[in-house]
C-alpha cells in the first residue's frame, strides 16, 4: 500500500471521479477527508464505505470556489490530522455556444475548476510550510485540454490553464519538498457525462476517438492520482498526464 499513515482531502468527491479517487487512496492505506458542496447521502455512504475498509472519513461540505469555504474546509479537515494530499478533483462542466456565452457563466465555470484549484492549493501550502511539513498534490484537468468539444470555450480554457498552475505552483513549492501534478482524464463513466455514455448518437463517435475503445473507470484515474500523491513519485512535480485510454494520444 503506497499511502499508509497519510491524510488525504478529496474535493467533489459525492459523486463520480472524485469518489473513485477517494476509495482508491483509502485502498492505499490513506485516511480521507471526504469534501463536496453538500453534507449529502452520497458522502455518507462513502463514508461508510471507507470506514468499512479500516481506514477513518470526514465529510467536510463546503463550495471549493468561496474562499470562506476554503478555509473552513481546511479548519475542519485539520482537526482530523494534517493533511499529506490535497486532490483537487471538484469541477463542473456546461455546454454554451460561444456566442451565447454570457460573463457569468464564464466567471462560475472559471471559479469552481481553476481559482477553487489555486485556492486549496495555496491554503494547502501556507498550512504544509508553517507546520514544516512536505505534502503532494493533484490537480484534476481534462481531455480538452488538448482536444476540442464543441460549446466549450468557457470550460476548456479553465482545464488547460490547470497544467500552467500545476507547473507554476510546483516550482515555487519544490523548495519545500511539495510535489504538485495534474491528471487529465478522458471520458470517464461519472454522472457528469452519462448523458453521453447514454446517447447512441453521440458514444460511438467518441469512443471511436479512443484507442482502447472503451470509456474509463473513476477507479482508472484514482490509481494514477494515488501513484502521483505517493512516494513512488518522489521526484515526479509539475507534470500532467493523460489517463484517457489513447485519446490524446491516437
Ligand atoms: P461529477 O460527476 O459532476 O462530480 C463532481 C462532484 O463535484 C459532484 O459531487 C459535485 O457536487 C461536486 N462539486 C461541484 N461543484 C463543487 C464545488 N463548488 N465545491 C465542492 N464540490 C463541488 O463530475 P466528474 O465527472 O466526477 O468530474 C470530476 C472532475 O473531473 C471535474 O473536475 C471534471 O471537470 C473532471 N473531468 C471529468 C471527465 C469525465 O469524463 N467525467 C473528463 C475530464 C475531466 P454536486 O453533484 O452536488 O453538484
Same mark, same amino acid.
Given at each position: 500500500?503506497k499511502?499508509?499513515?497519510? #491524510?488525504?482531502?478529496?474535493?467533489?468527491?459525492?459523486?463520480?471521479?472524485?469518489?473513485?479517487?477517494a476509495?482508491?487512496?483509502?485502498?492505499e492505506g490513506?485516511?480521507?477527508?471526504i469534501?463536496?458542496?453538500?453534507?449529502?447521502?452520497?458522502c455518507?455512504?462513502?463514508?461508510?464505505?471507507?470506514?468499512?475498509?479500516?481506514?477513518?472519513?470526514?465529510?467536510?461540505?463546503?463550495?471549493?470556489?468561496k474562499?470562506?469555504?476554503?478555509?473552513? %474546509?481546511?479548519?475542519?479537515?485539520?482537526?482530523?490530522?494534517?493533511?499529506?494530499?490535497?486532490?483537487?478533483?471538484?469541477? #463542473?462542466?456546461?455546454?454554451?455556444?460561444?456566442?451565447?456565452?454570457?460573463?457569468?457563466?464564464?466567471?462560475?465555470?472559471?471559479e469552481?475548476?481553476?481559482?477553487?484549484?489555486?485556492?486549496?492549493?495555496?491554503?494547502?501550502?501556507?498550512?504544509?510550510?508553517?507546520?514544516?511539513?512536505?505534502?503532494?498534490?493533484?490537480?484534476?484537468g481534462?481531455?480538452?485540454?488538448?482536444?476540442?468539444?464543441?460549446?466549450?470555450?468557457?470550460?476548456?480554457?479553465?482545464?488547460?490553464?490547470?497544467?500552467?498552475?500545476?507547473?507554476?505552483?510546483?516550482?515555487?513549492?519544490?523548495?519545500?519538498? %511539495?510535489?504538485v501534478n495534474?491528471?487529465?482524464?478522458?471520458?470517464?463513466?461519472?454522472p457528469?457525462?452519462?448523458?453521453?455514455?447514454?446517447?447512441?448518437e453521440?458514444?460511438p463517435?467518441?469512443?471511436?476517438?479512443?484507442?482502447?475503445g472503451?470509456?474509463g473507470?473513476?477507479l482508472?484515474?484514482?490509481?494514477?492520482?494515488?501513484?502521483?500523491?505517493?512516494?513512488?513519485?518522489?521526484?515526479?512535480?509539475?507534470?500532467? #498526464?493523460?489517463?484517457?485510454?489513447?485519446?490524446?494520444?491516437?
Amino acid at each position: 500500500m503506497k499511502l499508509v499513515g497519510k #491524510i488525504a482531502l478529496v474535493t467533489g468527491a459525492g459523486q463520480g471521479i472524485g469518489k473513485g479517487i477517494a476509495e482508491v487512496l483509502a485502498d492505499e492505506g490513506a485516511d480521507i477527508v471526504i469534501n463536496d458542496i453538500y453534507a449529502d447521502e452520497r458522502c455518507e455512504v462513502l463514508a461508510d464505505a471507507i470506514q468499512k475498509k479500516g481506514r477513518r472519513a470526514l465529510v467536510v461540505a463546503g463550495d471549493v470556489s468561496k474562499r470562506a469555504d476554503v478555509d473552513r %474546509i481546511f479548519d475542519a479537515a485539520s482537526d482530523f490530522g494534517p493533511i499529506d494530499v490535497l486532490v483537487n478533483n471538484a469541477g #463542473i462542466e456546461t455546454i454554451i455556444p460561444f456566442l451565447e456565452l454570457t460573463d457569468k457563466q464564464w466567471e462560475e465555470v472559471t471559479e469552481v475548476n481553476l481559482k477553487s484549484q489555486w485556492m486549496c492549493a495555496q491554503t494547502f501550502c501556507k498550512r504544509a510550510i508553517a507546520e514544516d511539513r512536505e505534502g503532494s498534490i493533484v490537480n484534476i484537468g481534462s481531455i480538452q485540454a488538448a482536444r476540442v468539444l464543441p460549446g466549450r470555450t468557457h470550460y476548456a480554457p479553465s482545464k488547460l490553464a490547470i497544467e500552467a498552475l500545476t507547473r507554476n505552483i510546483s516550482a515555487e513549492m519544490g523548495y519545500y519538498g %511539495i510535489r504538485v501534478n495534474c491528471v487529465h482524464p478522458g471520458l470517464i463513466d461519472t454522472p457528469m457525462i452519462r448523458w453521453v455514455l447514454e446517447s447512441p448518437e453521440i458514444l460511438p463517435g467518441v469512443v471511436g476517438q479512443i484507442s482502447l475503445g472503451r470509456p474509463g473507470q473513476p477507479l482508472e484515474v484514482g490509481k494514477a492520482v494515488a501513484f502521483l500523491a505517493s512516494d513512488d513519485a518522489s521526484y515526479i512535480t509539475g507534470q500532467s #498526464i493523460y489517463v484517457d485510454g489513447g485519446w490524446v494520444g491516437k
